[in-house]
């Protein structure tokens, strides 16, 4: 069963960063795309990174390219979402996503969330 | 960018009802269309890809259609169980989703 668990979220200033993980278990991490896709509360859901199955390439939806980084550990199965000069409007549920496959980026599966609030 | 513009947002359904929900994207987007499902603490869950392509494991009394511009979700015969909100992503040109659309029973 494919399960996507994410962490790291909380509470955190504006300005200042912050690190989320998403521990994932059965299948091969390795051999999918994954990415992290953002809902802030009342607002609709939006992609906000994708990272290919060896890290090779990434791609960012614009409000957040040079703030956030998305990496991965293929030797841990874990995704990463770095955040950096974190703003009021970066305050939402961060969901990690698993690509259909190898070569088809969209969303197959996701993780159940975790709560990222920006406020001083 | 490539908007989703997701009708109803909320919709009152008797069980064995059909249902439909409506996305419309703001150009072509060929049939790069998918459809979700997320329960009340559940992950969302896919439902429908590339417009009208069954995901493995998915009830058939839901079925997805259309093309270019248009697509409908069908359930065909409403279930206590599918409570839940739906909504649309196109994968056309990047990602971008509708707004969700709340089913509840009557």
């Known amino acids: 069963e494919v399960q996507l668990v994410e962490s790291g979220g909380g509470l955190v200033q504006p300005g200042r960063s912050m690190k989320l993980s998403c521990a994932v278990s059965g299948f091969t991490f390795s051999n999918y795309g994954m990415a992290w896709v953002r809902q802030a509360p009342t607002k609709g859901l939006e992609w906000v990174a994708t990272?290919?199955?060896?890290?090779?390439?990434?791609y960012y939806r614009d409000s957040v390219k040079g703030r956030f980084t998305i990496s991965r550990d293929n030797a841990k199965s874990t995704l990463y979402l770095q955040m950096n000069s974190l703003r009021s409007e970066d305050t939402a549920t961060y969901y990690c996503?698993?690509?259909?496959?190898?070569?088809?980026?969209?969303?197959?599966?996701w993780g159940q969330g975790t709560l990222v609030t920006v406020s001083s | 960018d490539i908007q989703m513009t997701q009708s109803p947002s909320f919709l009152s359904a008797s069980v064995g009802d059909r249902v439909t929900i409506n996305c419309k994207a703001s150009?072509?987007?060929?049939?790069?269309l998918n459809w979700y499902q997320q329960k009340l603490g559940e992950t969302p869950k896919l439902l429908i890809y590339?417009?009208?392509s069954l995901q493995t494991g998915i009830p058939s009394r839901f079925s997805g259609s259309g093309s270019g511009t248009d697509f409908t979700l069908t359930i065909s015969s409403l279930q206590p169980e599918d409570v839940a909100t739906y909504f649309c992503?196109?994968?056309?040109?990047?990602?971008?989703f509708g707004s969700g659309t709340k089913l509840e029973i009557k």
């Open positions: 150009q072509n987007i060929n049939r790069y």
């Open positions: 996503t698993r690509a259909y496959s190898s070569y088809i980026n969209w969303f197959a599966y």
């Open positions: 590339n417009a009208n």
């Open positions: 990272i290919s199955y060896d890290g090779s390439s990434t």
């Open positions: 992503l196109q994968h056309n040109s990047w990602f971008t």
